[in-house]
């Protein structure tokens, strides 16, 4: 025998969650299937937990910057030569991501009960285009009918493509994703990280500060391939100032364990291309190796096909502008429907839904993801906050349009120099006869605040000139949009 519902959303990440919450609160019989923890990837393995060990990352960075300002911690006296030594105890660092995320998981679930949905603790399975099985933890299966399906099963870190690799063979701890790095008790002694992308960068630098020895490894010729390449320049002249090693166009060959376990040479890691300096692969001794090259969709264990949803090559739900999927009766919000994967589009998948199908004025056009102005900040530090257009993307896809970019260093903002913080730029692209922006990135202090008020400009359909003419605050952050402007070529 089934149950049947009104809706059924699978996976309880940052779009899923509200959702159903929303359906049951509009009086539809609703169930949430999670088979872990409820809060998805963002709560449990994701923002909350990487930024909360990101913030003790800069303490450690700014306790040993003390001296630049004339502040020692300890013995010693300013200019005395004696050693800042800062002590990373990361248990403790580790113990405070553990209690923040606790708390946030906590929240989430008890939310969702109060709502009135019923959590269904367990992996999900179509039966056909309306009936989903569920494999609950405890081993018993049940079966659902739905009204309406909703897929959130967001996505996970890419299995290592390495030859001959087998991670079973590795000490405990030392082979390690996104997700099992945060459990770690120790600071590596030298941490390999596999890929140059946001994830990479930040534990990359994370855990040079923490204490650690890093390698980057990237196989393209530029970190951040989305990025313009200024701005991946100036990211990679940050992570190398930093103490942190960078081989651009360089690739792992060959992973495999020393014997050594436990020890600052447990894994060996052989390094083909040009980067690794020579014609052939060069080998580096690490403590940990963090893979951090991609992720792909839970979409495996699904059993798709079954319901007749489509997929992508790569395995995404393929959806439509309203976020359809070929079943009528099935939606997908998200990660797992494909990129940009950010907490903030599923949550605004979520606001598109609840819009059309429960809000639905029949005088209002249906909303769509067409036209979305989406912002994202990498918590590297200084941050890396971008919104709209990059100038490559804008040139791509306006070839008739004339347009003119502004490039100022963050070294000529006030409120840089006197924090000390001067490091990065901040970069506009303009449509020059509406004078429209098409896209703003900032690298440098607070570069995803001052991200949100170009990206306020940019909802508003505020011109350029606008925020080239404001009186801002003295001394802020802000108030470099007045100069910006006057590097537009």
């Given amino acids: 025998m089934s149950t049947h519902y009104g809706a059924v959303v699978i996976g309880s990440g940052q779009g899923g969650t509200p959702l159903s919450m929303a359906f049951a609160q509009a009086k539809h019989k609703t169930a949430l299937i999670e088979s872990w ?11 909350t937990p990487t930024k909360t060990m990101i913030a003790s990352g800069r303490v450690a960075y700014l306790a040993r910057r003390g001296p630049d300002y ?47 949905v019923e959590l269904i603790r367990g992996s999900a399975r179509f039966e056909d285009e309306r009936t989903i099985r569920v494999r609950g933890n405890d081993g018993a299966e049940t079966t659902l009918t739905a009204d309406r399906i909703f897929i ?22 030392t082979i390690l994703d ?32 923490l204490g650690s020895a890093v ?44 014997g050594h376990t436990n020890s600052a040479t447990a894994v060996a890691v052989a390094v083909s291309g040009s980067g690794s ?43 439509d502008p309203q976020l359809r999927t070929s079943n009528p009766r099935v939606w997908a919000l998200g990660d797992v429907k494909g990129g940009p994967a950010f907490t903030h589009v599923s949550y605004d998948d979520f606001r598109l839904l609840r819009a059309n199908l429960l809000e ?23 941050q890396l906050g971008h919104v709209g257009l990059h100038e490559h993307e804008a040139r791509t896809e306006f070839p008739g349009r004339k347009i003119q970019v502004a490039s100022m260093p963050m070294a000529y903002v006030a409120r840089a120099l006197e924090t000390d ?54 001394p802020s952050l802000a108030e470099s949009l007045n100069n910006l402007w006057g590097f537009l070529k």
């Fill in 360 to 382: 639905q004025d029949a005088n209002v056009a249906p909303l769509t993801t067409v036209g979305r102005i989406l912002p994202y900040v990498v918590y590297t530090d200084p």
């Fill in 178 to 209: 996104s997700t099992s790095i945060q459990e770690l008790g120790v600071v590596p002694s030298h941490l390999v990280v596999v890929g140059g992308g946001y994830i990479g960068l930040e534990f990359g630098q994370l855990f040079r500060r």
């Fill in 277 to 319: 300096g020579g014609s052939g692969p060069s080998e580096l001794l690490a403590s940990h190796v963090l893979f951090a090259a991609g992720r792909v969709p839970n979409t495996d264990s699904l059993n798709l096909g079954a319901a007749g949803i489509e997929t992508t090559a790569r395995g995404h739900v393929a959806v």
């Fill in 215 to 258: 390698t980057i490894l990237q196989r393209g010729t530029q970190l951040l391939p989305l990025e313009d390449a200024e701005v991946a320049e100036a990211i990679l002249n940050v992570l190398r100032e930093d103490g942190v090693k960078v081989l651009l166009k360089a690739t792992p060959a060959n992973v495999r364990a020393t």
């Fill in 37 to 47: 923890h409820v809060g998805g990837c963002c709560v449990n393995e994701g923002c």
């Fill in 70 to 116: 004339g502040v020692r911690c300890g013995s010693g006296s300013v200019g005395d030569g004696a050693t800042n030594d800062v002590q990373v105890a990361m248990q403790k660092v580790r113990q405070r991501k553990r209690d923040i995320v606790d708390s946030f998981r906590a929240g989430s679930e008890r939310r969702v009960r109060e709502a009135g």
């Fill in 152 to 173: 959130c099963t967001g996505d996970r870190p890419a299995t290592p493509k390495v030859g001959g690799f087998d991670a079973a063979s590795f000490p405990p701890s």
């Fill in 421 to 474: 913080e001067p490091r990065g730029l901040m970069k506009a692209v303009v449509d020059v006869e509406s004078q429209q922006i098409l896209g703003f990135t900032c690298l440098g202090l607070e570069g995803g605040e001052i991200m949100s008020v170009v990206q306020m400009a940019m909802v508003g359909r505020v011109k350029w000139t606008a925020l080239r003419d404001a009186v801002w605050a003295h």
